[in-house]
Nanobody
């Protein structure tokens, strides 16, 4: 059974930075693509970024491209999201998810299945 635990969220001023981490356990981390999604109150969960099993291929939502960087350390079973130049509209609960294969399956939450989601970490960006 996959377990994903996010950390690193908090309160930051606009223009600031945060680094989120997602620690994974339960199956061989290096075999699976990973992703970050976020969900603001009253809104649907939206794609942020994803990374292939090796880290060689990454995808970003247009809204975060150039500001956020996704990475992974397979030796530590951990994925990261470096968030720079944060904006108030980045305020959300951020979730990590593990795909069912090594290739990024898509940018919809439904592409990742139901089982392998973390519980989220809250990021609040003040103006």
């Amino acid at each position: 059974q996959v377990q994903l635990v996010e950390s690193g969220g908090g309160l930051v001023q606009a223009g600031g930075s945060l680094r989120l981490s997602c620690a994974a356990s339960g199956r061989t981390f290096s075999r699976y693509a990973m992703g970050w999604f976020r969900q603001a109150p009253g809104k649907e969960r939206e794609f942020v970024a994803a990374i292939s099993w090796s880290g060689a291929i990454t995808y970003y939502a247009d809204s975060v491209k150039g500001r956020f960087t996704i990475s992974r350390d397979n030796a530590k079973n951990t994925m990261y999201l470096q968030m720079n130049s944060l904006k108030p509209e980045d305020t959300s609960v951020y979730y990590c998810v593990q795909a069912e294969g090594g290739v990024v399956p898509g940018t919809a939450a439904s592409d990742y299945g139901m089982a392998s989601w973390g519980k989220g970490t809250l990021v609040t960006v003040s103006s």
